[in-house]
Protein backbone atom coordinates (compact mmCIF):
# COMPACT_ATOMS: atom_id res chain seq x y z
CA UNK A 1 0.00 0.00 0.00
CA UNK A 2 2.53 2.29 0.77
CA UNK A 3 4.64 1.84 -2.40
CA UNK A 4 1.87 2.35 -4.15
CA UNK A 5 0.63 5.28 -2.10
CA UNK A 6 -2.83 3.84 -1.67
CA UNK A 7 -4.00 4.82 2.12
CA UNK A 8 -6.00 2.41 4.24
CA UNK A 9 -9.99 3.26 3.95
CA UNK A 10 -9.60 4.61 0.55
CA UNK A 11 -11.85 3.40 -1.72
CA UNK A 12 -9.95 1.54 -4.92
CA UNK A 13 -10.92 0.14 -8.17
CA UNK A 14 -9.49 -3.62 -9.08
CA UNK A 15 -8.50 -3.56 -12.71
CA UNK A 16 -7.56 -7.38 -14.48
CA UNK A 17 -4.69 -7.41 -17.22
CA UNK A 18 -5.32 -11.33 -17.70
CA UNK A 19 -7.19 -10.42 -20.58
CA UNK A 20 -5.27 -7.77 -22.94
CA UNK A 21 -8.47 -7.85 -25.17
CA UNK A 22 -11.59 -6.70 -22.62
CA UNK A 23 -11.37 -4.16 -19.88
CA UNK A 24 -12.34 -5.67 -17.04
CA UNK A 25 -12.71 -4.08 -13.72
CA UNK A 26 -14.54 -3.90 -10.43
CA UNK A 27 -14.63 -0.60 -8.05
CA UNK A 28 -16.63 0.62 -4.62
CA UNK A 29 -13.67 -1.68 -2.42
CA UNK A 30 -12.54 -0.38 1.00
CA UNK A 31 -8.69 -0.48 1.32
CA UNK A 32 -7.43 -2.44 4.51
CA UNK A 33 -4.04 -3.51 5.20
CA UNK A 34 -3.80 -7.02 5.52
CA UNK A 35 -0.65 -9.44 6.52
CA UNK A 36 -0.18 -11.31 3.03
CA UNK A 37 3.00 -11.58 0.69
CA UNK A 38 4.13 -8.41 -1.06
CA UNK A 39 2.77 -7.80 -4.51
CA UNK A 40 -0.61 -9.77 -3.35
CA UNK A 41 -3.90 -8.45 -2.52
CA UNK A 42 -6.87 -10.47 -1.14
CA UNK A 43 -11.19 -10.11 -2.00
CA UNK A 44 -13.85 -12.10 -2.56
CA UNK A 45 -15.73 -14.03 -4.15
CA UNK A 46 -18.71 -13.13 -5.88
CA UNK A 47 -17.62 -9.39 -5.74
CA UNK A 48 -14.86 -9.78 -8.36
CA UNK A 49 -15.92 -12.73 -10.51
CA UNK A 50 -15.89 -10.05 -12.98
CA UNK A 51 -12.30 -10.02 -13.03
CA UNK A 52 -11.89 -13.61 -14.29
CA UNK A 53 -12.17 -14.41 -17.94
CA UNK A 54 -14.37 -17.86 -18.15
CA UNK A 55 -11.05 -19.10 -20.56
CA UNK A 56 -8.36 -17.95 -18.04
CA UNK A 57 -8.09 -21.54 -16.15
CA UNK A 58 -5.39 -23.99 -14.97
CA UNK A 59 -3.52 -25.64 -17.94
CA UNK A 60 -3.83 -29.01 -15.94
CA UNK A 61 -7.40 -29.51 -14.57
CA UNK A 62 -8.70 -26.71 -16.91
CA UNK A 63 -10.84 -25.20 -13.15
CA UNK A 64 -11.06 -21.41 -12.96
CA UNK A 65 -7.78 -19.95 -11.96
CA UNK A 66 -9.81 -17.58 -9.60
CA UNK A 67 -6.94 -17.32 -6.72
CA UNK A 68 -4.06 -16.14 -9.39
CA UNK A 69 -5.43 -13.13 -11.54
CA UNK A 70 -3.26 -10.48 -11.84
CA UNK A 71 -4.84 -6.97 -11.35
CA UNK A 72 -3.78 -3.13 -10.85
CA UNK A 73 -5.48 -1.80 -7.49
CA UNK A 74 -6.15 1.87 -8.31
CA UNK A 75 -7.53 4.28 -5.70
CA UNK A 76 -10.41 6.56 -7.04
CA UNK A 77 -12.33 9.23 -5.24
CA UNK A 78 -14.79 8.05 -2.56
CA UNK A 79 -17.52 10.14 -4.23
CA UNK A 80 -17.66 8.16 -7.33
CA UNK A 81 -18.95 5.07 -5.64
CA UNK A 82 -21.31 6.69 -3.57
CA UNK A 83 -25.49 6.80 -3.83
CA UNK A 84 -26.97 9.87 -5.05
CA UNK A 85 -29.54 10.43 -1.95
CA UNK A 86 -33.35 8.88 -1.80
CA UNK A 87 -35.85 11.29 -2.53
Known sequence: MTDRRIEEDSIAELVSIADPKRHRAVGGFKVRPYKIPRGCIASYYPETNDLMPVEHV???CKTPSAKS?????RS???EVFERPPAD
Do not use: E
Open 69 to 73: IPVLV
Open 76 to 78: VAA
Open 58 to 60: DPL
